[in-house]
């Protein structure tokens, strides 16, 4: 266990559905992100949160909807998904944004892996 | 741009022998490098970290160089087991406000 936790592990929607993926993390990390990966391709920055506040958004469709209510959480909202979008969504935690300091290795959850039909 | 990449995509290791993976980067400026396993149905976990002042640095089993001239990262392990088969990646920080950049990531398999 890293202590970042992802739900659910599974999902499936279809492409008029509106779901959310939750990220939790008791490390008492600043940074939050959200990570795709999709098959043979590299990891895939989405997101970046430091201190609940948005501070990167990686050009991605706003059918992509990121909330991060507290330093603690972090949910990734969709809405009207393609099949393209069906991947791997991880989320991360560091404890400092990274590229800022030492020890600004990122944490991963065990993901969820999103299919969309 | 900036871009990390790795050398191959699967190597296949007998049990007991050594594993290099190899990762090639772009930006010169990068200023961390940090190596990840990612295991069937899991997430990446921190493996071992490098920063742009050092050239090698050790861990349990694995070891991590790095050459700044020629911009290449690698991981060793040492003793392969069965229970190091996953997929590899490289990632790394450059200066400034950048989130980490993997490349695609190496799967190794050991042949028991």
């Known amino acids: 266990e890293t202590g970042v936790t992802q739900t659910p592990r599974h999902l499936v929607m279809g492409m008029t559905n509106k779901k959310s993926l939750k990220c939790e993390q008791h490390?008492?990390?600043?940074?939050m992100y959200w990570y795709k990966q999709s098959a043979k391709k590299p990891l895939e920055l989405m997101f970046v949160y430091n201190f609940k506040e948005q501070t990167e958004n990686n050009s991605v469709p706003s059918r992509f909807s990121p909330e991060c209510p507290n330093s603690s959480h972090l949910f990734l909202h969709l809405h009207t998904l393609q099949p393209e979008d069906s991947a791997l969504y991880l989320c991360?935690?560091?404890?400092?944004?990274?590229?800022?300091?030492?020890?600004?290795?990122?944490?991963f959850g065990q993901g969820t892996r999103l299919t969309v039909v | 741009g900036e871009s990390v990449g790795l050398h191959l995509p699967t190597l296949s290791v007998q049990e007991g022998d050594n594993s290099i993976i190899n990762c090639a980067y772009s930006?010169?400026?990068?200023?961390?490098f940090i190596w990840y396993k990612q295991e069937s149905g899991k997430g990446p976990q921190f493996i071992i970290d490098i920063r742009s002042n050092m050239d090698k640095r050790q861990g349990q089993r694995v070891t991590v160089l790095l050459n700044k001239t020629v911009k290449h990262l690698s991981l060793q392990i040492a003793a392969t087991q069965p229970g190091d088969s996953a997929v590899y990646f490289c990632?790394?920080?450059?200066?400034?406000?950048?989130?980490?950049?993997f490349g695609k990531g190496t799967r190794l398999s050991v042949i028991a």
């Open positions: 490390l008492g990390h600043n940074a």
């Open positions: 991360a935690s560091s404890q400092v944004p990274q590229g800022k300091a030492e020890n600004t290795e990122a944490f």
């Open positions: 990632a790394e920080i450059g200066t400034g406000n950048t989130p980490l950049v």
């Open positions: 930006n010169s400026a990068s200023d961390y």
